[in-house]
């Protein structure tokens, strides 16, 4: 199949191309035997838009809506009978335009996506893209064994990256090899088109023996770098051989380009300092920390940014993908410093575990929040807080009061750095990085989260820690929910929900408490993190609400889980929202978190 070119080619300075999307139909029965229908109004739909919605019988269609529906893309047929099909047509000025996919009925609320397990592993993180071009995403996932924290010694298992069309039909695998070790921080996983012909390609760290999607070995097979010193700290981390950083073909898993990896690890102890607890090392753990992103750095075109460290010294290389060539746009880089650190970099031990990517200064062009600090789409330092290391951050407008996006951070106080007294958490203005408010100098904080829940404050309300629900303006309003990890909207409303351990919740504002409104079924045996977060989740069927991709109770499949709560708000699919559809390219690097859009969605949101 030929890539289509994304939509809006021709477009004025700093216009983002949107992705080439279909409906997205979507269509669940229900108890009482009607279907649930949900579809997707996309971004250069015309203003005003409407839609016919057919049910499918016996190869013939009938129309289910006597009127062209112009309001929410969502609707119940309560006459569905046995219909075992729906298709949507667009309406355009009283004109009928081709016909979606057929959607086939659900009999329960989720696709079920058939996986190939490998025994001893899991289906970890995952990315979706339009690989093939055809305008429907497939799903990239990363299959996971005996993976290590950084900061634990040990032999790992090899990382794994499968590519599924939604029916379960394997596209490749692509194996990393023993020269990449397997853990949360190791192997950070961008699927993006990079080049602008419509289908995307994956791009990772690789390694000697690292074997692509049609077989082909990148570098030499016969190596194994992997640390033998038994007894010691260093033992199973790979601290020698060669770093590249590799594109893949997204249709086959073919390796396009094999660069070397910016920047390459040494000095090993060159990677220590202010964040965290204020340490260093010289056995590799805070050399390997990586995260990545994708990033709109001149407004038009995207861009790959891959980075390594987050404790002390920080680098981040931004590269451009065009013409079967990976070209290095820029690299950002805090220093190397030596304890006490009083020589470091202010941009030195500001990164996380997470990061976002967002246009902070409204030109057009992103910019990439690392955590504590912001790098500028030119790879210069834009403002450092000061806050330090994190394990969370949220980027976003917020507080729709006030003009801009809103920064709000959490911060890890620990051992030495406690006497720092930084803040454990706070918002800051996301333009300059000025602090908005803060709380609990020297108090360590696990975990935050900012979604809008309680609908009689305006704007987000934000949680997590040892203190209380608060308003975006930092007021306490109250007990605070038990999940401070995840939030996804799932219900009717524009409220956002929260999800915890397989379940989603909502917060009954009047009464301080969650509810449980759904629940999925997962494999037994999966350990005290069970659940804990989703493999994926994000807006990718249906209207704008937002899916949740969890694995399959007997470990062979991934489950596509979908709302058939129905919603009177029309809005169009946030994954034509550069900011959140960014968001859901890195929601799979380290820490994940959930994604947000560029634009205040909650109570009271303006069209």
């Known amino acids: 199949m030929k890539c289509l070119l994304l939509i809006g080619l021709l477009l004025p300075l700093h216009a983002r191309p949107m992705e080439k999307l279909d409906r997205g139909?979507?269509?669940?029965?229900?108890?009482?035997?009607?279907?649930?229908?949900?579809?997707?109004?996309?971004?250069?739909?015309?203003?005003?838009?409407a839609f016919n919605l057919y049910r499918r019988v016996e190869g013939k269609d009938e129309r289910v809506n006597p009127e062209p529906l112009t309001g929410a893309t969502n609707l119940v047929d309560r006459e569905a009978g046995k219909t075992e099909a729906y298709v949507v047509r667009p309406v355009v000025d009283g004109k009928e335009a081709p016909s979606s996919k057929p959607a086939k009925?659900?009999?329960?609320?989720?696709?079920?996506?058939?996986?190939?397990?490998?025994?001893?592993y899991r289906p970890h993180d995952a990315s979706v893209a339009d690989l093939d071009g055809d305008g429907e995403y497939e799903i990239?996932?990363?299959?996971?064994?005996?993976?290590?924290?950084?900061s634990f010694a040990g032999i790992t298992g090899t990382p794994v990256l499968d590519?599924?069309?939604?029916?379960?039909?394997?596209?490749?695998?692509?194996?990393?090899?023993?020269?990449?070790?397997?853990?949360?921080?190791?192997?950070?996983?961008?699927?993006?088109?990079?080049?602008?012909?419509?289908?995307a390609e994956l791009a990772c760290k690789t390694a000697d023996g690292t074997k692509d999607g049609t077989g082909k070995i990148i570098g030499d097979a016969t190596k194994d770098w992997r640390n033998q010193e038994r007894g010691t700290q260093r033992y199973g981390r790979i601290l020698t051989g060669p770093e590249f950083l590799t594109v893949f073909d997204g249709k086959t898993g073919a390796a396009l380009k094999t660069v070397d990896f910016i920047p390459g690890r040494d000095p090993i102890d060159g990677w220590g300092g202010i964040g965290g607890n204020g340490g260093n090392d010289s056995y590799g753990n805070r050399c390997d920390r990586f995260l990545a992103c994708v990033a709109y750095l001149d407004g038009v075109h995207p861009s790959l940014v891959m980075t390594r460290g987050v404790y002390g010294r920080t680098v981040l290389a931004a590269w451009d993908w065009h013409g079967g060539e990976l070209k290095s746009r820029w690299v950002f880089d805090s220093g190397v410093s030596k304890p006490p650190f009083k020589d470091a970099s202010p941009y030195s031990g500001m990164g996380g575990h997470a990061l976002s990517v967002a246009d902070v200064d409204d030109d057009g062009k992103?910019?990439?929040?690392?955590?504590?600090?912001?790098?500028?789409?030119?790879?210069?330092?834009?403002?450092?807080?000061?806050?330090?290391?994190?394990?969370?951050?949220?980027?976003?407008?917020?507080?729709?009061?006030?003009?801009?996006?809103?920064?709000?951070?959490?911060?890890?106080?620990?051992?030495?750095?406690?006497?720092?007294?930084?803040?454990?958490?706070?918002?800051?203005?996301?333009?300059?990085g000025s602090v908005l408010w803060s709380h609990s100098p020297g108090v360590d904080f696990g975990n935050g989260i900012v979604a809008d829940i309680d609908p009689r404050h305006p704007g987000a309300e934000v949680w997590g820690g040892p203190t209380a629900l608060r308003t975006i303006r930092g007021e306490e309003i109250g007990p605070h929910p038990r999940g401070s990890d995840w939030v996804i909207w799932w219900d009717g409303d524009?409220?956002?929900?929260?999800?915890?351990?397989?379940?989603?919740?909502?917060?009954?504002?009047?009464?301080?408490?969650?509810?449980?409104?759904?629940?999925?079924e997962m494999p037994g045996g999966r350990g005290r993190f069970a659940g804990f977060r989703p493999n994926l989740a994000a807006d990718l069927l249906g209207d704008w609400r937002e899916e949740l991709l969890l694995p399959g109770p007997d470990g062979k499949s991934l489950r596509l889980y979908t709302t058939t709560i129905p919603t009177e708000h029309r809005l169009v699919t946030l994954m034509h929202d550069p900011q959140y559809r960014l968001?859901?390219?890195?929601?799979?690097?380290?820490?994940?978190?959930?994604?947000?859009?560029?634009?205040?969605?909650?109570?009271?949101?303006?069209?």
């Open 105 to 120: 009925v659900l009999e329960k609320n989720f696709i079920e996506i058939p996986i190939q397990p490998i025994e001893g």
């Open 140 to 150: 990239i996932v990363h299959q996971a064994s005996r993976g290590q924290d950084n």
């Open 25 to 49: 139909l979507v269509a669940v029965r229900q108890a009482d035997g009607s279907v649930y229908a949900g579809w997707r109004l996309l971004g250069d739909d015309p203003k005003g838009a």
């Open 494 to 520: 524009l409220l956002r929900e929260i999800y915890d351990r397989s379940s989603i919740f909502k917060w009954k504002w009047e009464e301080g408490r969650e509810e449980k409104i759904f629940s999925a």
């Open 163 to 199: 590519a599924y069309k939604m029916d379960g039909t394997r596209l490749w695998r692509i194996d990393l090899g023993i020269n990449i070790r397997e853990g949360e921080h190791y192997t950070q996983f961008m699927v993006y088109d990079l080049d602008g012909d419509g289908c």
């Open 583 to 607: 968001s859901v390219a890195w929601q799979n690097v380290a820490y994940n978190k959930p994604p947000h859009p560029s634009f205040f969605l909650g109570e009271g949101m303006k069209e």
């Open 366 to 432: 992103d910019e990439i929040i690392y955590q504590a600090m912001t790098i500028d789409d030119d790879g210069k330092g834009l403002y450092s807080t000061g806050r330090r290391h994190g394990d969370a951050l949220h980027v976003g407008d917020f507080d729709p009061e006030r003009p801009g996006k809103e920064l709000y951070l959490i911060t890890e106080n620990e051992e030495e750095t406690v006497a720092l007294k930084t803040p454990g958490a706070g918002l800051h203005d996301a333009r300059t």
